[in-house]
């Protein structure tokens, strides 16, 4: 079970030539990869730390998960287990997130629905031909909601992986599962405890290529002081509880994404495991403080607001 480092470091401004570029990516292999950028302007500096680990794991045969790591886009896919060209699918996930988003500056919220609308068009074709393929995907974006520097976080999901965020307030979850225990949850008919050890555990009610059309779940948080999200595989949460996420965060993001993937393994994980730890720093330098659109703005994601 080996790791094979991939890093990479730039320091990018919002008015950099097109040319310059930080991208660094695992895709469905041992890997480690960390990246370091800086977007300022005259009005405020975001500095983003963000490592990602993946491993195949003691038991599977086929590393199924891929990640992407490449500011302003972070994200962890899981090809569903045990399907038809699982792997693939989450690498192709996360090609199209390179694909469609311009790296080393914050990004518009299309350019994420882009990335997913074409990669389950690809993984839906491979569904025609003879066994179901299909990927998760969980991730946050830096995004621009309008010409002005009016940053927020897009949180995003379809499937199991999930999205953490650690801030002032403590460590929550962001996403909800779109999988049949969590709707059992949602009921009111398993506590949690049944549902770690639940048949359908495995279940999961949507993922990217499985249907004609792949609708992500979208949250917009405000860029605001120092945030950390962890984006993880359920490699990781079925065998890590929160508490344990909260003990290895303050390591720094490689550490940390390290530190969760070998608890997850050492405390007996089957599974795919995958880490993407992002650690983001917001100063505000001048009068206007980003992050909060207009109604206008947030407009843009009327229809992508996930289920209260």
């Excluded at 940053?151 to 650690?166: A, C, P, Q």
């Excluded at 048949?199 to 792949?214: S, W």
């Excluded at 206007?288 to 209260?308: C, F, I, K, N």
Aim: hydrophobic letters at 40%; glycine letters at 8%.
């Amino acid at each position: 079970m080996g790791s094979d480092p991939h890093r990479g470091s730039c320091r990018l401004s919002t008015s950099v030539a097109d040319g310059v570029r930080c991208r660094v990516q695992a895709l469905g292999k041992d890997a480690r990869v960390d990246n370091r950028i800086l977007i300022a302007d005259e009005r405020s500096e975001i500095s983003i730390a963000a490592a990602g680990r993946t491993e195949t794991g003691p038991v599977r045969a086929v590393n199924e998960d891929s990640l992407f790591s490449a500011a302003p886009v972070f994200a962890v896919a899981d090809g569903l287990g045990g399907h038809h060209r699982g792997d693939l699918a989450s690498r192709a996930m996360v090609e199209q997130l390179g694909l469609s988003v311009r790296p080393g500056r914050p990004t518009a919220p299309d350019a994420i629905f882009t990335a997913i609308t074409a990669a389950n068009a690809t993984v839906r074709a491979w569904s025609t031909r003879g066994g179901i393929a299909g990927t998760t995907i969980a991730g946050v974006a830096l995004v621009s909601l309008s010409t002005q520097i009016d940053l927020h976080w897009m949180v995003f999901n379809i499937g199991d992986s999930r999205v953490y965020l650690r801030d002032e307030r403590g460590l929550r979850q962001v996403t909800v599962d779109h999988s049949a225990v969590q709707e059992l949850l949602d009921d009111g008919s398993i506590t949690r405890e049944q549902a770690a050890a639940h048949p359908d555990r495995n279940v999961v009610t949507r993922a990217v290529g499985v249907e004609d059309d792949a609708d992500p779940d979208v949250w917009l948080i405000p860029v605001s002081g120092r945030q950390t999200f962890v984006i993880c595989s359920d490699g990781l949460t079925r065998d890590v509880s929160e508490a344990e996420i909260v003990a290895d965060l303050d390591a720094g993001p490689e550490n940390a994404a390290s530190a969760l993937v070998e608890r997850a393994i050492r405390q007996g994980s089957r599974d795919n495991v995958t880490v993407v730890v992002v650690d983001a720093v917001s100063t505000d330098t001048g009068p206007h403080r980003p992050g909060y659109a207009d109604d206008r703005a947030l407009g843009v994601l009327e229809e992508t607001l996930p289920r209260t």
